[in-house]
């Protein structure tokens, strides 16, 4: 049986959380609230209020570091998230991967869905699942709508990394964790990846772990 939710009012539960100050606290796997679809914003925290949340998504996602952060990782249920990547890599691996900079944006109701069927496979992390990482093949082209904080519509297609940056955070939002979507014979250690597989393609991983690409 799950854990009974929180009947806390959501935008006072996000008022307690904001009142500490700088980085939120980082919700590992494991807690339901990653594990559960999340709820449309509506205007739940209304303008203000959701430009404080924002801005601690914000500050969090660089305190990390990370390249992006959904809400639930915060403990927050609403289907919010934030991106942004400088995308400080060598050109040789941003040209395998596909790597290029992103902007901060917000994606308020993200959905994705694939441009075409080609698929790319990389080593991937998260910020729930601390000190690991897994090959995951995504769609290499990704179409999402949705809006961002002031209500504007978003509808744009991202490929390469970033749109393995949307695939991932949106996935949060469903409930999701890269794991579910992995090959669990590349699963390694942060430091394992540092030590043998930081090659800009992880080839090398699939034939030496036992695993295929796509």
Known sequence: M?????DTPLAERVEELLAAGGPLPLVAAGRPVLRRATVPYDGQLGPALLARFVEA?????????????????VGVELRIAVIEDPAPVPQEVALVRGRVPQPFRVLVNP???????????FFEGCLSVPGWQAVVARHAEVRLRGADEHGRALDEVFTGWP??????ETDHLDGTLYLDRAELRSLSTDEAVAALWAQPAPQAAAEALGFELP
């Not at 998504?57 to 990782?73: D, E, K, S």
């Not at 959905?111 to 496979?121: H, N």
């Not at 749109?163 to 991932?168: G, Y």
């Open 2 to 6: 799950a854990p009974p939710r929180d």
């Open 57 to 73: 998504l914000r500050v969090t996602m660089h305190a990390a570091p990370g390249v992006g952060l959904a809400a639930p990782q």
């Open 111 to 121: 959905v994705y869905e694939p441009v075409g069927t080609a698929r790319a496979a």
């Open 163 to 168: 749109a393995r940056i949307v695939q991932h």
